[in-house]
């Protein structure tokens, strides 16, 4: 299997499977002289962590995680960050569980790509590598992360933005959405719409159905000048880093697949000065993007999150050891929807991605030798 490493300078490189006995993570590029300690990185798992409310997989992982390395008396020495998670909750009954079926794929699931990919060999177990347990190690990485950015002024937050067609219109200003959309457990700053969402969901929990849904994205204080203009665009970097979670089938940048139907200037975003002379957009319509480069406003954007895709009704598929068809029921335990567990692992892609790509720009920057005013 290739490309378990994300990032630059700035190095995430991953293993562990959903039923293997851990998960670890090593973090390259870790600035020494950070205070760090295991509770920094629990917060942002334990936003994660299933088997916590009705919409999420009653799997009772506790993921607590253990930094192992890179760290003398609590402070980061600038050497590679190590950081393990066991999996706890591992049961006979589940692993025979999907013992019995792990001839039939499971429509949408990854088994099939995995067969085609790796034969026999292939994980049987809870998705093995394709499961949202590794996304466990992208949120431990994604908070030392978030921890630097705090050092720069960034912070990034998410949010669910709409759910089978129900949508947040009521956002509150960008520093009181955390405390808001925490207040439900579909995460989502509009309480009127969050509780409509939180309905449905049960509603289609209680038919052995799931739910999708987008989730928002905000990046603040991101300074311009980030990316690079033609293959390492920060936009396009940013897609590689959330388009890799699992369950995401769509992304738009600021006004997104709505400038199809925009006119030229409904679209472009006027620049102005501020009252200190520096320059300001009056919209976002690109989402903080300019030719691929940060230009100082909100980085926004939107992910359109797939309905989990273990169901609890029968669904026609095949058995891949007898090649005859099938029908599968339901097999195991899953998120009624996926929206509040991704939330926190989008956070942390982003977040990484802002990292290296400070790290690349500041690097390249030291050594241009001319005075810039616009900086
Ligand atoms: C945090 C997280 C948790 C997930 N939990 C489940 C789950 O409980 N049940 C399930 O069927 N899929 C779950 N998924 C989705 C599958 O991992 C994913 O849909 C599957 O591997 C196929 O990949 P694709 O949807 O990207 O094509 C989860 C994904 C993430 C990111």
Redesign the pocket.
């Known amino acids: 299997m290739l490309g378990n490493t994300f990032g630059r300078l700035f190095r995430v490189t991953a293993c562990g499977e959903s039923y293997g006995d851990a998960l670890l993570v090593i973090v390259d590029g870790v600035p020494a002289g950070m205070s760090l300690c295991d509770a920094d990185i629990q917060f942002d798992l334990d936003r994660?962590r299933?088997g916590q409310t009705p919409l999420?997989?009653p799997?009772m992982e506790t993921d607590q995680v253990k930094v192992v390395s890179g760290l003398l008396e609590g402070v980061t020495t600038g050497a590679p960050v190590g950081m393990i998670i066991y999996n706890v909750d591992r049961h006979d009954i589940h692993v025979q569980q999907y013992r019995d079926v792990k001839d039939q794929i499971?429509p949408?699931?990854?088994e099939y790509?995995y067969m085609v990919k790796y034969g026999t060999h292939a994980d049987w177990c809870g998705?093995g590598r394709?499961?949202?347990?590794?996304?466990c190690m992208r949120v431990a990485a994604g908070a030392l992360a978030k921890k630097i950015l705090a050092t720069e002024g960034i912070k990034v937050i998410g949010y669910t933005k709409s759910c089978m067609g129900i949508e947040a219109t009521n956002i509150p200003a960008f520093d009181l959405i955390e405390t808001e959309a925490r207040k439900n457990h579909i995460i989502c700053p509009d309480q009127v719409a969050a509780k409509k969402m939180i309905d449905r969901v049960m509603e289609i929990k209680d038919e052995g159905e799931?739910a999708g849904g987008t989730i928002e994205l905000i990046a603040r204080g991101v300074p311009a000048g980030l990316g690079e203009p033609v293959f390492d665009k920060l936009n396009a970097c940013i897609a590689h880093a959330l388009m890799s979670?699992?369950?995401?089938?769509g992304l738009e940048f600021g006004a997104g697949f709505g400038v199809a139907n925009m006119k030229g200037s409904e679209c472009n975003d006027f620049p102005y000065l501020d009252e200190n002379g520096k320059v300001k957009f009056r919209t976002n319509n690109s989402g903080g993007f300019l030719g691929g480069i940060s230009n100082g406003d909100d980085l926004v954007m939107r992910l359109a999150v797939?309905p989990?895709?273990?169901?609890s009704v029968a669904q026609p598929t095949i058995d891949m050891e007898k090649m005859q068809e099938t029908t599968l029921g339901a097999i195991?335990?899953?998120?009624p929807t996926?929206l509040s567990?991704?939330i926190p692992?989008a956070e942390s892609m982003l977040a990484m991605t802002i990292v290296d790509h400070l790290m690349m720009w500041r690097g390249y920057d030291s050594l241009q030798k001319f005075e810039n005013k616009w900086k």
Not at 245 to 249: L, M, P, Q, S, V
Not at 332 to 335: A, G, I, K, N, P
């Open positions: 994660r299933p999420d997989s799997r499971r949408g699931h990854a790509t998705a394709a499961s949202g347990r590794e996304t799931t979670i699992g369950a995401i089938k797939k989990t895709p273990t169901v195991t335990r899953r998120d996926l567990r991704i692992v």
